[in-house]
């Protein structure tokens, strides 16, 4: 069902405990959940615990709720409260319940928001339209997951890792979206719960592979000609005459490998 994003809806309550929120009509100035939302609807809820002059108690929890039933709020995933982050045990007295957008400071709200706006699936999609640019959106969550760039700092930014020197397995499950792009192409890990990641062997190159990802290349030189000479040395012995003909070396020039010209950066990878 459709998640849904309204402007004031604060609805109060009386409910204890840490079940399903029993609605018990909009606060003064504000509408219900029910003109809002229809049954099966999710939206980001707020729960702000207030005693009888309205003041914050100091207890609130906010996530993802779910319109499960007419005037009852499902507090489907908790993504901040006070209770650690944790489900809270609501205690007695008044609560006010509202709708409010999350900031997209967790992977599982940037997708909601994602979702929300249209501007990008994780299958690939086209963004129309005006699209503000919001804080945790922008760097994070426009560029697909598996995607590799070159970055000049020394440690990768938030929601990135350093691409390996060497195979390397990781975890499917915390790097699940990851795993959801790019399969086992790298390596199959141990078959079940992990799976091989990107890597690039040290002073070497990626190169265009359309279909055949994945596969390592092998260094190779150029076919090329050395022009060379004959130093022809003409000897006299007691014996007579000797004529020696021996070859010039043309001798080499450089190091124990080819390794084009360049300065090092770090590759990383969108997870």
Request: net charge neutral; aromatic share 8%; hydrophobic share 40%.
């Amino acid at each position: 069902m459709p998640l849904i994003v309204a402007d004031r809806v604060l609805e109060q309550s009386t409910t204890v405990g840490n079940g399903t929120m029993v609605l018990a009509g909009a606060a003064l100035g504000f509408r219900s959940f029910a003109s809002a939302c229809s049954i099966g609807d999710t939206c980001w809820y707020y729960i702000e615990g207030v005693d009888s002059f309205g003041k914050p108690t100091g207890e609130y929890e906010y996530g993802l709720g779910t319109y499960s039933a007419a005037n009852q709020l499902a507090r489907t995933a908790v993504r901040g409260s006070s209770n650690g982050g944790s489900l809270v045990v609501l205690t007695a007295g008044t609560k006010l319940v509202g709708i409010a957008p999350l900031s997209p400071g967790v992977t599982a709200t940037r997708d909601e928001w994602l979702s929300l706006l249209g501007a990008l699936s994780k299958t690939g999609g086209t963004m129309t339209g005006e699209i503000i640019l919001l804080n945790g959106l922008v760097s994070t969550e426009l560029t697909p997951v598996g995607s590799m760039v070159l970055f000049a700092g020394s440690a990768p930014p938030s929601g990135w890792l350093t691409v390996p020197v060497a195979p390397t397995d990781i975890s499917r499950a915390t790097y699940a979206r990851l795993f959801t792009a790019l399969g086992t192409t790298w390596g199959a890990g141990d078959g079940s719960t992990t799976f091989g990641m990107p890597y690039v062997l040290p002073d070497q190159v990626f190169v265009q592979a359309n279909g055949n990802v994945a596969a390592a290349t092998t260094g190779d030189v150029k076919a090329h000609t050395h022009s060379g000479g004959a130093n022809v040395n003409l000897g006299v012995t007691s014996g007579g005459a000797v004529y020696g003909v021996t070859a010039a070396n043309t001798g080499s020039v450089g190091g124990s490998y080819n390794l084009p010209a360049g300065n090092r950066s770090l590759y990383i990878i969108k997870y």
